[in-house]
């Protein structure tokens, strides 16, 4: 118990400084040094899911493996230029997949459930020079509340199971702390958003409609994020795993970390879509 407590600190030590210093500097090491940092970030990603898929269903690595990652990496590095392309890209990754498999749809599906987050993290970061940086920081930190508090609230006050024959573990009081935790998380982002001045004097949008948005918006995407994780729990059952792989020491593998960010990035930047009609947010 003790052991894989300390396992998980330090993965969680050495992972997350990563993965928030790629995006908060992503924009800088592109502009002064060409080196598209976040995009590379996204690949790795991407590389990553697509072997971990190959294990879940293969317990190898195949041609279909370097397929998947081969088309995760094109997304990620397309999805900033035109990420219209980068959508017919992985409908085009899908289809040889399944060709490939000889009709594996199960298999091939796993092509855009990697593509499509991809695509709508690159999305989001490069929407937008002002603020878009800000939006997938505030992503992370809701999809991370969601999971904080759904394990810290569901393990205190625990209660009726939500899905007992998909995820053994959860429970509504879980959801429901999943919920206040991302909505307070949100709250809080609006109020570094105001203290930085990322509302400018010229901006239509007040500050209670911007919490209106982000606190909304977190709530919503709390539920989303618990939908991804009962998404992969089912797609583990129905493999019998326990972890998507042991790549992370002490996590399990990577859909086991980032299964609610996977659903929670595509909604995210639907969202986004859907009011600015391919626009930024704010």
């Known amino acids: 118990m003790h052991s894989n407590l300390f396992l998980r600190t330090i993965s969680a030590v050495v992972l997350a400084p990563l993965v928030l210093g790629s995006i908060w500097f992503g924009k800088f090491f592109y502009e002064i040094y060409s080196i598209p940092l976040y ?123 939500l899905a007992p024959k998909i995820s053994a573990k959860k429970t509504w009081s879980g959801l429901a702390g999943a919920i206040l935790f991302a909505m307070l998380v949100a709250y809080g982002f609006a109020l570094y958003l105001k203290a930085y001045n990322y509302l400018l004097p010229e901006s239509t949008v007040t500050f209670n409609q911007l919490v209106f948005v982000l606190v909304s918006s977190a709530g919503i995407l709390a539920i989303v994020s618990q939908i991804g994780d009962f998404f992969e729990s089912y797609i583990k059952r129905r493999l019998n795993l326990k972890d998507s792989s042991n790549l992370i020491p002490g996590h399990g593998g990577l859909f086991d970390r980032v299964d609610g960010l996977l659903f929670a990035s595509v909604v995210t930047a639907l969202i986004i879509c859907y009011f600015n009609d391919g626009g930024v947010l704010f």
Request: aromatic share 16%.
């Open 39 to 161: 995009t590379i970030l996204l690949a790795t990603f991407g590389v990553g899911l697509a072997w971990e898929w190959s294990i879940m269903f293969d317990k190898k690595v195949t041609s279909n493996t370097v397929i998947m990652a081969l088309f995760a990496c094109l997304v990620a590095f397309l999805t900033e230029g035109n990420p219209g392309f980068a959508l017919w890209l992985s409908l085009l990754g899908l289809t040889i997949v399944y060709w490939k498999t000889d009709g594996r749809l199960a298999f091939s599906l796993g092509t855009l459930y990697i593509c499509l987050p991809i695509l709508s993290l690159g999305y989001i970061y490069y929407v937008n020079e002002g603020i878009s940086r800000e939006i997938v920081l505030w992503l992370f930190f809701v999809v991370w509340a969601t999971d904080i508090g759904g394990y810290v609230v569901g393990k205190t006050v625990k209660g009726p199971k």
